[in-house]
Every structure is written in C-alpha cells, then in structure tokens.
C-alpha cells in the first residue's frame, strides 16, 4: 500500500508510534506493501480509494454430468394410457358393437339351445364406447341387451346370427318380442339390417315398460294374442316396415313385395359392426 504524501507529519508520527506499539517493525511492513504494488494495480474500492486486497470470486457450481445418449428423455407432461379393448366369446367370427345410446349397455350373447338369462359371453359398454363379441363356424343364437339391473329380459331386441361350418352367416335383427334397443348391423360390404331410429317415446300409451333407470322397451308382436302385442307390432311396423327387421316371425316369408328381413342370408363376411340405441 502507498501511502500518500499529503499526510501530515503529525499523522504519520502518530502511525508510526501505533506500528510500534503493536510490535510491528515499520520498515518490514512497508518493504511487504511494497512488493504487493510490484505484483499489479489494486483495485478500486466501491468509494473509489485503493484495496489491500480483493476477495477471490466464489467459485461457480460443477455442473452436473451430461446425461448419456442412452438415458430416456424425461416427458414434458404426463400420458395417458388408453383404454384396453373391450372383447369376449371366441371363434372366428365377430360382431363389433358401438354403443350409440345415452346410458351404459351390457350386452350379451346367447347360443341357440342354451339359458336366455346367462349369456356365454358378455360386454358392458359406456356411450360411445365399442367392444367385440365372437362366435365359432357351426354356431347359432343372438346377442341383446340387459336391462339396468343387469338381467336380461325376454322382450329385448335381438340381433340373431348363425354360421355354418364354412363360415357363411345368416344375420337379422329380431324385434318380434320387444324392443329395448334400435340394432342396426353391417357387414362393411354393403349389406345392412335393423335400423338406427329411437321410436318408445312415441309409442302408444300401454305398450311401453321401463326399467329402474327409466330405460324403455316397446312390446313387441310376439303371437298377437294380446291386446298390447298387437298394439306394440302395429306400431313398430308403421314405423319400421318389416323390409330390416323382424316384427311378425312370419315376415320372412313376404319375399315377392321386396320386405324379406333376411337381407344378410348366406353372407361370405365373418366381420360385422352393429350400433345398439335408444329404443
């Protein structure tokens, strides 16, 4: 350090007789002084008078190891996995169905010959969501609708199948006992059957049920040996014709006038699509 000139001597007495008080050799420390000001400038302080000394910066953080090439890179945001599909039964032949209504569906399927109330297989599906149903070459029966209790009525909808042992179906859609849903099906070739109409609210007084949910079924012809078949059958006929799907189990026979309900016999597809809806 240098000290300036313009110190009075009264000043630099005083310093010297401090230096000695101390113990401290004055000409020592102005020889150690000196060496420090060969060594480079000091810097100036904050009011502008020279340091001493100057702190030593601290030292920056290391940093951490780049991550390897291998490592997997860290998602942004979190996803989501999607829902598994939706599937039973087996064999080489299926029917995907979309649930088309406004309240969740389980749908089962039915072999010819077996129990109308527990189904070989089942789905249940929310609006808008599908799932598949399978059935084997050589077998037979119809896949319909529970109601919202989960049991499975005998005035359902059904959508009927059967495949022979080559695989040649025979599909129609059936409303001769009721109908609790609109079915309509689809061979993706062209062929169609049933039909995508929502008609219980409109039904005569009478001829409607409804489950614990408020879900409606429509009674269907069946025999005719009742006032309220005859009803629901006359209505389901003027408003769906019988050309779709079965509302007398005769309707097939009514081939010359074009309204065979069994537009989908003998069909080479294996692979169907069906909406299920609002009755």
Do not use: C
Not at 37 to 61: F, K, N, R, W
Not at 123 to 133: N, V
């Amino acid at each position: 350090m240098t000290v300036s000139n313009a110190l009075g001597s009264n000043i630099f007495a005083a310093l010297e007789d401090a230096l000695a008080s101390a113990g401290v050799n004055p000409s020592e420390l102005a020889q150690l002084f000196g060496s420090m000001t060969q060594s480079g400038p000091v810097a100036p302080g904050p009011s502008g008078h020279s340091l001493d000394t100057i702190a030593a910066p601290a030292a920056e953080p290391t940093p951490p190891p780049a991550a390897s090439g291998n490592a997997p890179a860290v998602a942004d945001h979190a996803t989501t996995t999607p829902p598994a599909s939706v599937s039973a039964g087996s064999g080489s032949n299926t029917v995907t169905i979309a649930n088309t209504s406004s309240h969740d569906e389980t749908i089962g399927e039915f072999m010819n010959g077996g129990s109308t109330t527990a189904p070989v297989a089942e789905i249940t599906l929310k609006p808008g969501e599908s799932g598949t149903l399978s059935y084997a070459n050589g077998q037979g029966g119809y896949m319909a609708e529970a109601d919202s209790s989960g049991k499975y009525q005998s005035t359902a909808s059904r959508l009927e199948f059967y495949a022979d042992a080559n695989g040649i179906n025979n599909t129609d859609v059936s409303y001769i006992d009721g109908r609790n849903a609109a079915i309509q099906v689809s061979d993706d070739q062209g062929k169609t059957a049933g039909d995508t109409k929502s008609i219980a609210g409109s039904a005569p007084e009478g001829t409607v049920t409804h489950d614990a949910a408020g879900n409606a079924t429509v009674a269907g012809w069946y025999d005719g040996s009742t006032s309220t078949m005859q009803a629901g059958g006359a209505y389901m006929q003027n408003e769906l014709g019988t050309g779709n799907a079965y509302i007398h189990p005769d309707d097939d026979q009514n081939r010359a006038s074009g309204t065979n309900p069994m537009t989908m016999a003998q069909d080479k597809s294996q692979h169907y699509t069906a909406d299920f809806g609002n009755a």
